[in-house]
T-cell receptor, first 112, second 118 residues
Framework: AQKITQTQPGMFVQEKEAVTLDCTYD???????LFWYKQPSSGEMIFLIY??????QNATEGRYSLNFQKARKSANLVISASQLGDSAMYFC?????????FGAGTTVTVRA | GAGVSQSPSNKVTEKGKDVELRCDPI?????LYWYRQSLGQGLEFLIY????????KSGLPSDRFSAERTGGSVSTLTIQRTQQEDSAVYLC????????????????FGPGTRLTVL
């Protein structure tokens, strides 16, 4: 069974600063994928970034980067240069085979 | 291109009534998933369709829940005799390959249907 843990229920960040969202996972599968999704107040789940278990380099997508530490089983999301539009709930998820298992989420509030 | 669409966006029903939720996946995606998001349970997997294969129904919480996917495209999630604990946001997602793809196969979500059972 897969388990995703996000220990930060809520975070505040100042506009233009960086913020790191923690995610740890547990799985016995050797091949898996890690995903981060953003859920604004509108409710839609928006795909942000992906990291494969065999990837040697950390994934980056624009202002999003993933700090992948396989031995520690962590996949933290870093949002650089925060914008007001980044205020949302962020979910870490793991895909093994085809199902996604999600963490509880972290609410990020960006302050002007 | 068009993303995953779901209808209705909101549904209010009375306890004991049946409801149908619809999902239109991204064109060309062979895999379709239903998830439920509720305050107490977070995001839960419900059911998975892949092409013409038998669906994985392992996440359906009771036999009041059923789903079908017609013509490998549109899917309908049906909840019979709704209960107050069924109140949640029902999210549909699709991906290009599903289980036939690698772990890179990304699921793209629709806007969800918010179901309220009175």
């Amino acid at each position: 069974a897969q388990k995703i843990t996000q220990t930060q229920p809520g975070m505040f960040v100042q506009e233009k600063e960086a913020v790191t969202l923690d995610c740890t996972y547990d799985t016995s599968d050797p091949s898996y994928g890690l995903f981060w999704y953003k859920q604004p107040s509108s409710g839609e789940m928006i795909f942000l970034i992906y990291q494969g278990s065999y990837d040697q380099q950390n994934a980056t997508e624009g202002r999003y980067s993933l700090n992948f530490q396989k031995a520690r089983k962590s996949a933290n999301l870093v949002i650089s240069a925060s914008q007001l539009g980044d205020s949302a709930m962020y979910f870490c998820a793991m895909r093994a085979y085809y199902k996604l298992s999600f963490g509880a989420g972290t609410t990020v509030t960006v302050r002007a | 291109g068009a993303g995953v669409s779901q209808s209705p966006s909101n549904k209010v029903t009375e306890k004991g009534k049946d409801v149908e939720l619809r999902c239109d996946p991204i064109s060309g995606h062979t895999a379709l998933y239903w998830y439920r998001q509720s305050l107490g349970q977070g995001l839960e997997f419900l059911i998975y369709f892949q092409g013409n294969s038998a669906p994985d129904k392992s996440g359906l919480p009771s036999d009041r829940f059923s789903a079908e996917r017609t013509g490998g495209s549109v899917s309908t999630l049906t909840i019979q005799r709704t209960q107050q604990e069924d109140s949640a946001v029902y999210l549909c997602a699709s991906s290009r390959q599903g289980s036939q793809g690698a772990s890179t196969d990304t699921q793209y979500f629709g806007p969800g249907t918010r179901l309220t059972v009175l």
